[in-house]
């Protein structure tokens, strides 16, 4: 049996260059890094070079950076330290978010009081902007009578349909009126250049997994006197920002991806935009009803990494086609990795299909460097068998 991986929006393949690196520093660097021999500090030192090198690809100093377990933690420390520590009473974000935003803002809502209000989205699956601006402007009483303050936190690529944010124009909408701006970048950072010395982001979070590194590491973009404080309390590490001994073989191996991702960018995003654009056509070749959800066909407003596809199959052959899929070797789901098991329909396609598409199959197939033509081939014979 033939097998496909396309679910990379999920989790990607290590490079082996990140496996080498990594066993390389298991076996000549084990020292904690918070002692104060040579062991602890040789530990140290290869932790604060990887801080630069990856400050480095976004030009920003190296203090703001600050290494988590992944995006998920990068995106609770950041909201809910503004919230406690810099005094965000209002957030907007959208319905689409990843739950890591979605459901920690509902605890803080519950927790803390705070306003939410949700900017709407469009039929292919971006932000209204005259909406966002209106949200902006349309401060809470509070707001207007107390130095607390507004945060707006909206994802870069979305992880089920790829529509990409205007990341640039909503930093300087927020910087014009004052609010402070949060982007979870998990599926761009390691995929697009983002020039943080000159877009106005305040915090952004990102995951090693995302870009064939290891699991279990990422972290969190943090503008330098920004006010938040720690969120994990033990010892000094992280600056006070986490606590706890760092894992400095998943942080080697978060630098080393990362180094390698920006080094052949140009060549991999190329050969990883034919192998979608050929999907895109032999998909409607074999099924011209096909509908693509949101933009993940627009190549400027979508990632490359990614298709949502929405096939028109019959009710009956539709509730099996994930689990045929799967026994055919081919991988890829129908929504966030973090959402398995869950009969519910995707929260990001209820936001943006009519009654009659979300009764159809939608599958997300992400792409990787690993990928080639011939697996998109094996996946359309399989879907054939649909038709």
């Not at 969120?231 to 894992?247: K, V």
């Amino acid at each position: 049996m033939d097998t496909v991986y396309l679910d990379n929006a999920a989790t990607t393949q290590m490079r082996d260059e990140v496996i080498f690196r990594m066993t390389e520093i298991m076996k000549i660097s084990f020292g904690n890094p918070s002692s104060t021999h040579s062991y602890g500090r040789q530990s140290k030192s290869i932790i604060e070079t990887c801080r630069k090198s990856i400050a480095s690809h976004f030009k920003v100093s190296a203090s703001e950076i600050v290494f988590t377990s992944g995006g998920t933690e990068a995106d609770n420390l950041i909201l809910r330290s503004a919230v406690r520590d810099l005094g965000v009473q209002e957030i907007i974000t959208s319905k689409i978010e990843h739950h890591a935003i979605l459901h920690t803002v509902e605890v803080l809502e519950k927790e803390f009081g705070i306003n939410v209000k949700y900017v709407n989205i469009k039929p292919d699956g971006h932000i209204d902007y005259a909406h966002f601006e209106q949200l902006l402007n349309s401060k809470s009483k509070q707001l207007l009578n107390s130095k607390s303050k507004q945060l707006v936190s909206l994802m870069h690529i979305n992880n089920e349909i790829g529509n990409k944010l205007d990341i640039t124009k909503v930093a300087d909408l927020c910087k014009r009126n004052k609010a402070l701006f949060h982007s979870d970048t998990v599926q761009s950072v390691g995929h697009y250049q983002i020039d943080l010395e000159n877009i106005p982001v305040d915090f952004i979070a990102a995951s090693a997994h995302k870009f064939h590194g290891p699991k279990g590491v990422g972290f969190a973009f943090i503008r330098k006197n920004s006010g938040i404080k720690g969120s994990i309390f033990g010892g000094e590490q992280e600056r006070g920002y986490r606590a706890g001994t760092e894992a400095i073989h998943n942080i080697v191996g978060l630098d080393e991806a990362l180094k390698l991702s920006y080094k052949n960018l140009e060549t991999e995003r190329s050969s990883i935009l034919d192998i979608k654009t050929y999907f895109i056509k032999k998909l409607q070749d074999v099924f011209p009803e096909v509908a693509f959800n949101g933009s993940c066909t627009d190549l400027e407003n979508s990632t490359y990494t990614l298709i949502n596809v929405c096939l028109p199959i019959a009710a009956e052959k539709a509730s099996l086609l994930q689990f045929q899929l799967d026994l055919k070797g081919i991988a890829c789901s129908k929504g966030s990795a973090c959402q398995s098991g869950s009969s519910q329909n995707s929260h990001v396609l209820s936001q943006i299909l009519n009654d009659e598409h979300l009764m159809r199959p939608s599958v997300r197939f992400s792409f990787s460097i690993f990928n080639t033509r011939a697996d998109v081939d094996y996946v359309i014979e399989v879907l054939k068998e649909f038709v």
